[in-house]
């Protein structure tokens, strides 16, 4: 089976290796709606956390396009912008991507997220990454954050969810596989990706992901992005 962009894939077995890694990039901004209308949210939310000494991590940052963008932004402050990925191959496209501009506050480390320490922070981003990890594991990362951020500090997350009742959920499915046809991807491509994500992602509901945030720490949360079951959302310690 093949999930697009010439992605070739098993049944419940996507994985972020080698042959998605070298078409990530555009892979990605054909299958997430508001791509990178939420990576230009995400940047000018980092404007009012990100400030001289801050520590700024992405969870899951990939190929390193959003570490990039914020580490950009803030070029000016003494702020320090650290992408963390699980897969050794997206760390060394990240590196051959963004080493060459000399950016001394931007690293890129291979990491597992379960394990990984953070240093204080004021700024975390998780941008459709903890979907992809067990649910058993969730609440103790999410907790992690937390506690690592300063008092007054962010956490931005977006994820895929499911919605509250069935006929939303096939309303939902069906505008999203709609966007998919319309960004050149086939039916059998849909569906051998959709089969390639069985019990690799799986969403919480909306309700889920508030009440989460709420039981580790977190009282002040917003909904800031919505696009049917693609969510963002903002945390403040």
Known sequence: MFAGDNIKTENSGWEFKAQVTNIFDEHVEKSVPLYHEGHRLIKNLSDFFIRDGSVCYEIGCSTGTLSYMLATHHSTKNAYFIGIDKEIDM????KDKYDKYNLEKLS????DIITFEFDAADFIVSFYTLQFIEIKYRKNILYKIYNSLERGGCFVFFEKVVAINSNFQNIFDTIYFDFKIQNGYSFSEILAKYFALKGVLVPNTTQENLSILKNVGFKEISI???FCNFEGYVAIK
């Not at 760390?91 to 990240?94: E, P, Q, Y």
């Not at 890129?108 to 990491?111: D, K, M, R, S």
């Open 91 to 94: 760390i060394r496209k990240a």
């Open 224 to 226: 800031i992005s919505k």
């Open 108 to 111: 890129f480390i291979c990491e």
